[in-house]
């Protein structure tokens, strides 16, 4: 696709098939606005917390859910392994917010409905390996919004961890969408790069992500 289809979105680059990094995408007061919401996410109904792995690994990102809870590696609609707390609901503004940009990388929104968000938050040596999202029972593609500190977003192939990938930056404000041949690439941030954030959206350090899914799960998982 060629630029002059997205007079708007002069930025945006596509990293492999259906992979698209728009730079600076999120306003300065939409930046502001998802970090006040982040926080109180973070508060409760249930805590953001460091997922422990099946093997005893802790992560060292901390998370908070929306809609649907993640834990290694399954959707449940309560917090199994923190504090059994029914996760918060998924509100219909950041559904709102994923069709934008959905649209905003591909032209069109083809009908996306998110109903998962995992909120992630780096301080400046979390990192995370690389994984593929794959808990979702949908094809739909994962919305990533970044904020604060950026960081190393190696973003590689369906196939294995390994290479070929590509190394992106992500700064505060970045859109980065992975869908249809991308959807199921393996990915991870190796580093975040502190003290390069953007204090003017209300976090003085340390990086936040948020990503949206459609899990194609109904009921209670
Ligand atoms: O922090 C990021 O940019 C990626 C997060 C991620 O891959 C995930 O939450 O599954
Ligand atoms: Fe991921």
Same mark, same amino acid.
């Given at each position: ?13 596509? #990293?492999?098939?259906?992979? @698209? ?38 992560? &060292? ?13 399954? =959707? ?5 392994? #923190? ?8 509100? !219909? ?8 940009? @959905? ?7 083809? !009908? =996306? ?5 995992? @909120? ?21 593609? @994962? ?21 070929? =990938? ?5 700064? &505060? ?12 690439? =393996? ?35």
């Amino acid at each position: 696709m060629t630029d002059a289809l997205f007079p708007l979105d002069r930025g945006r680059v596509e #990293v492999a098939p259906g992979a @698209v990094h728009v730079p600076g995408w999120l306003s300065p007061e939409r930046r502001r606005g998802l970090v006040e919401a982040c926080r109180a996410w973070a508060r409760g109904p249930v805590p953001i917390r460091h997922t422990v792995l099946p093997g005893g690994g802790v992560m &060292s990102v901390r998370t908070v859910c929306l809609g649907w809870h993640w834990l290694p590696y399954r =959707y449940a609609r309560t917090a199994d392994d #923190v504090n059994g707390a029914p996760v918060a609901a998924f509100p !219909g503004w950041l559904g709102d917010l994923g069709r934008e940009a @959905v649209a905003a990388a591909y032209g069109e929104d083809g !009908g =996306y409905r998110p109903d998962a968000a995992l @909120v992630n938050f780096y301080d400046g040596d979390a990192r995370m390996g690389m994984h593929q999202d794959r808990e979702e029972r949908s094809a739909a593609p @994962v919305v990533s919004l970044s904020i604060g500190d950026g960081c190393l977003f190696r973003f590689g192939n369906a196939q294995g961890r390994g290479r070929p =990938y590509t190394d992106v930056r992500l700064e &505060s404000g970045d859109l980065f969408v992975f869908g249809g041949p991308s959807r199921f690439a =393996y990915h991870g941030v190796p580093r975040v790069y502190p003290g390069t954030g953007d204090p003017a959206a209300g976090l003085r350090a340390g990086r936040l992500n948020i990503t949206l899914r459609e899990t194609g799960l109904s009921g209670g998982g």
